[in-house]
């Protein structure tokens, strides 16, 4: 409907809106080369436009370039351009600090801190907490969530923080995605601790986590929610010696990535990008 209004019409920032929006979808339905051509389209619908204009139409095309070079980093990310998708990441921020749109920085933050985990673990850390200063800046509690909970995989995974900073921080994300409803995001911090609770050996903490995690991904139906979930409870009933649900929830994990074309290993490196 949206694209139908559009047709013919002089508003390239408007159509590049829908296109990189159109690439968010494809993304998280599994489609990345569909999402990084969507994204190519909404910057090429921009590239005219100058985004050091401080008029209205600058800022705006600025915006949607900024979310565009995310939602094309995040898709070259899961096709295994991986240094590729950091540099798209990090032109995003750039442009995105110099207008002032921190909430567009916010979702760059938030993706660079998991593309930092393959090159620079150390860095992933610090980008966290720099995009928590920003999300708490400007209030947004939805990116505090996604970012705590990308911190908590860093201190957990990289360090020996996970106790004292690491697992408080998975079960802030969880507090505050149930309190704003945030049922798109919610897995991600369950998941999270989940897994804290599973290398630590508390298999009983964790089968719960996941079940919920579980239940709400299947509401969106998003790959990258569903496959760590599945994955989880399998080892999670291998250790266990539930053998037979293991094998359920392996075949389950196997199927969504043959569905949607995913390579398991890049979903375990890069679990969870926006």
């Not at 095309?61 to 939602?71: D, F, H, I, M, R």
């Not at 990308?150 to 020996?160: E, H, I, Q, W």
């Not at 919610?186 to 903490?205: F, K, W």
């Not at 929830?249 to 926006?274: T, W």
């Amino acid at each position: 409907e949206a694209a139908a209004l559009l047709d013919g019409a002089d508003a390239p920032i408007e159509q590049a809106h829908l296109w990189q929006e159109r690439g968010r979808q494809a993304f998280r339905s599994g489609d990345h080369a569909l999402a990084a051509k969507w994204a190519d389209a909404a910057l090429d619908c921009v590239g005219t436009l100058t985004t050091e204009d401080v008029s209205e139409a600058g800022c705006g095309a600025t915006l949607v370039t900024a979310e565009a070079l995310n939602t094309k980093a995040v898709a070259l990310a899961r096709l295994g351009r991986n240094r590729e998708a950091v540099r798209q990441v990090e032109h995003s921020i750039e442009l995105a600090e110099a207008a002032g749109l921190l909430g567009a920085a916010c979702r760059g933050y938030t993706n660079l801190g998991v593309l930092y985990t393959t090159i620079d673990p150390a860095q992933a850390m610090e980008v966290c907490r720099r995009g928590l200063e920003v999300a708490r800046h400007i209030g947004d509690l939805g990116f505090q969530a996604r970012l705590l909970a990308n911190l908590a995989v860093a201190c957990c995974t990289f360090t020996d923080r996970c106790p004292t900073e690491g697992v408080p921080a998975a079960e802030k994300a969880i507090e505050i995605d149930r309190a704003l409803d945030q049922r798109e995001h919610l897995p991600v911090p369950l998941i999270v601790l989940g897994q804290i609770h599973q290398c630590n050996g508390r298999p009983e903490l964790a089968v719960g986590l996941f079940n919920e995690a579980l239940d709400v991904a299947r509401e969106t139906g998003e790959p990258q929610l569903l496959f760590p979930c599945y994955d989880g409870l399998a080892t999670l009933n291998l250790d266990l010696d539930n053998l037979d649900e293991a094998e359920r929830y392996f075949s389950l994990a196997q199927d969504i990535c043959a569905q949607h074309g995913l390579d398991p290993e890049a979903l375990v490196v890069l679990p969870f990008l926006d």
